[in-house]
């Protein structure tokens, strides 16, 4: 995580111990507990939103899919007429003869 080594653990209990004293290293060590916890809960939480918007994203992405195909299947010949190079749908009241 923070990529330590045992010999900086050591100083920095040492640094503690010197400046906290004996008495409140205890305390001190469950508040920090108490802190690396919160953090773990809010960067839990940010992950499961994330999570949440890219499947959002991928069902809305699924059902854009799945309306174009059943467009496609229901009026196939309009989509026939739309990817033909050079063929035009005729203007609205005038039938294709």
Do not use: C
Not at 13 to 24: D, F, H, I, S, Y
Not at 35 to 59: G, P, T
Not at 66 to 77: F, G, K, Y
């Amino acid at each position: 995580m923070f990529d330590l080594a045992w010999s900086e653990i050591f100083l920095v209990g040492v640094v503690a111990a010197l400046v906290l004293g004996p008495r409140e290293i205890p305390g001190a060590m469950h508040a920090f507990a108490r802190l690396v916890q919160k953090f773990r809960a809010v960067s839990r939480e940010f992950r499961r939103h994330v999570d949440d918007m890219i499947y959002n994203a991928e069902i809305t992405d699924m059902q854009e899919k799945a309306r174009q195909m059943r467009r496609q299947i229901l009026d196939p010949e309009e989509e026939k007429n739309s990817t033909l190079p050079g063929k035009k749908s005729p203007p609205s009241g005038e039938a294709e003869i």
